[in-house]
């Protein structure tokens, strides 16, 4: 089914703040990339159904999103960078009872 079709077959938006339509997953499969590059540029969300029961949820991803991710791990790890090469220089001893 083309995305023209599909567009037309669509259910209308909810009433939730951002557009939401679904589609069958069978019809998701066949527009799948064309749906993802819709979605960047509309930010309308895309509800994918197996036999009418949602299953996943196509949003599109902010830049907080993105943001979010760099740096999440600022913090966790603490020390000097002389305690953590030392760390790392030391000798190990592997334990044969493994």
Not at 2 to 21: G, H, V
Not at 25 to 40: I, P, S, T, Y
Request: with cysteine.
């Amino acid at each position: 089914m083309s995305e023209q079709a599909w567009r037309a077959k669509a259910k209308k938006p909810s009433t939730a703040r951002r557009k939401r339509r679904q589609i069958p997953a069978g019809e998701f499969k066949a527009v799948c990339l064309q749906l993802m590059d819709r979605v960047k540029e509309t930010g309308e969300e895309i509800v994918i159904t197996k036999r009418n029961r949602p299953v996943a949820k196509l949003v599109p991803i902010t830049d907080a999103d993105v943001q979010a991710f760099i740096g999440r791990s600022r913090g966790v790890i603490t020390g000097t960078r002389e305690a953590l090469l030392a760390a790392v220089d030391a000798d190990w001893e592997v334990d044969a009872d493994l």
